[in-house]
């Protein structure tokens, strides 16, 4: 019996390790255990390159000059739980923002704690930094403690700052943008070069200068006419 086992325990043995002597041989040789290498892994797509980005829309001078309080009033509705706008009001959690346009950012409310991030970033509240802050307080001054995340909106923008400016004045709004001239627009209407166009009516200038131009002289065999006048030859 004690035999018999052994036996069969020995071919059982056996068996497993030319399966396993199998497996090791294949993986070596099919290079199983290996990921296949890719040279390009996928292929991109390449997309048309926008110059310039992405259409940032009117420049803050145009929106400003037609801003209006009134609407920047209800956008500034959500800003009420923090804020006070009215002279003389409290700080609250944020501070009171009377008259804040052109004023030293983090140093306007007197008594107010405010981060490090806004009275240690220098500058005043202008236009331009007041648009920056209300699109992304946090991207403006990173660590402020306020929690607001922005008005996306340029236009809703420019109407909380008409209505902060209509809440303790501020400096004139900074003209809008004028667009550039057409280099080549008038390029090719008459008159517009230098020199005379054929078929325009000449200027008192081009008549003066053709009267004073040196007149053509009668020839040597020229005959004089009846009349007096010069007469060429055939």
């Not at 090791?24 to 290498?37: E, L, P, Q, T």
């Amino acid at each position: 019996m004690d035999d018999r086992f052994n036996t069969a325990a020995g071919w059982v043995l056996f068996a497993g390790i030319v399966a396993l002597g199998g497996s090791i041989v294949s993986g070596m040789y099919f290079a199983a255990d290996k990921h296949a290498h890719i040279e390009e892994p996928g292929f991109f797509i390449q997309g048309e390159a926008e110059e310039g980005g992405a259409d940032a829309g009117p420049d803050l001078g145009t929106l400003l000059a037609a801003a209006d309080p009134a609407a920047g009033e209800k956008v500034f509705a959500k800003c009420t739980a923090c804020h006070t706008v009215n002279q003389g009001g409290a700080n609250g959690i944020g501070p009171n923002l009377y008259g804040i346009i052109g004023k030293p950012i983090g140093k306007h409310a007197a008594g107010f704690a405010y981060s490090s991030a806004l009275s240690d970033h220098g500058g005043d509240w202008s236009y331009e930094n007041l648009d920056h802050w209300l699109a992304n307080p946090r991207g403006f001054a990173n660590g402020t403690k306020m929690s607001f995340a922005g008005l996306s909106k340029p236009e809703d923008r420019a109407n909380v700052i008409a209505f902060l400016k209509a809440n303790g004045g501020g400096p004139d709004y900074p003209a809008p943008a004028v667009p550039e001239a057409d280099a080549a627009e008038g390029a090719d209407a008459p008159g517009a070069g230098p020199g005379p166009v054929e078929g325009a009516e000449a200027g008192a200038a081009e008549a003066a200068g053709a009267m004073g131009a040196d007149q053509p002289v009668a020839g040597d065999g020229a005959a004089a006419s009846n009349d007096g006048g010069a007469k060429t030859g055939a």
